[in-house]
Nanobody
Framework: QVRLVESGGDLVQPGGTLRLSCAAS????????MGWYRQAPGKQRELVAS???????NYSDSVKGRFTISTDNAKNTVSLQMNSLKPEDTALYYC????????????WGQGTQVTVSS
C-alpha cells in the first residue's frame, strides 16, 4: 500500500510562488510515474505535471514554463514549484502515483488547497 501526503498549499497573490510537496511511503519512485493533478470547483480533475521514474516530465499547456515538477528519491518526495501563479490556478491539488506493475494502479493523496487571489 502506498500512502501519499501533500503539503504546501496556501493563499497567494497573483504573480506569487508556492512549492507543493508530496511525501510517499516506501521507495516507489523507481517504479512509479508521479504526478500532480488539480480540481477546481465545478470542473474535472486534470493533470498538471508528471515525471516518470526515468525523469521524463510532462506539463499541461496551461502551466508550461511556470511550474516545475521534481523528485527527491532520498527523501521519497515529489515537489511542484509553482511560479507566476494566476487566479485560474486556484484548485485542490492532488499527488498521484501510477504503477504499472504488478497491475495498473493509481494512488492518491488527500489534496492540498491552492488559492490565488488578491
Amino acid at each position: 500500500q502506498v500512502r501519499l501526503v501533500e503539503s504546501g498549499g496556501d493563499l497567494v497573490q497573483p504573480g506569487g510562488t508556492l512549492r507543493l510537496s508530496c511525501a510517499a511511503s516506501g521507495s516507489i519512485f523507481r517504479l512509479a510515474t508521479m504526478g500532480w493533478y488539480r480540481q477546481a470547483p465545478g470542473k474535472q480533475r486534470e493533470l498538471v505535471a508528471s515525471i516518470t521514474s526515468r525523469g521524463s516530465t510532462n506539463y499541461s499547456d496551461s502551466v508550461k514554463g511556470r511550474f516545475t515538477i521534481s523528485t527527491d528519491n532520498a527523501k521519497n518526495t515529489v515537489s511542484l514549484q509553482m511560479n507566476s501563479l494566476k487566479p485560474e490556478d486556484t484548485a485542490l491539488y492532488y499527488c498521484n502515483a501510477h504503477l504499472n506493475w504488478p497491475r495498473p494502479t493509481d494512488y492518491w493523496g488527500q489534496g492540498t488547497q491552492v488559492t490565488v487571489s488578491s
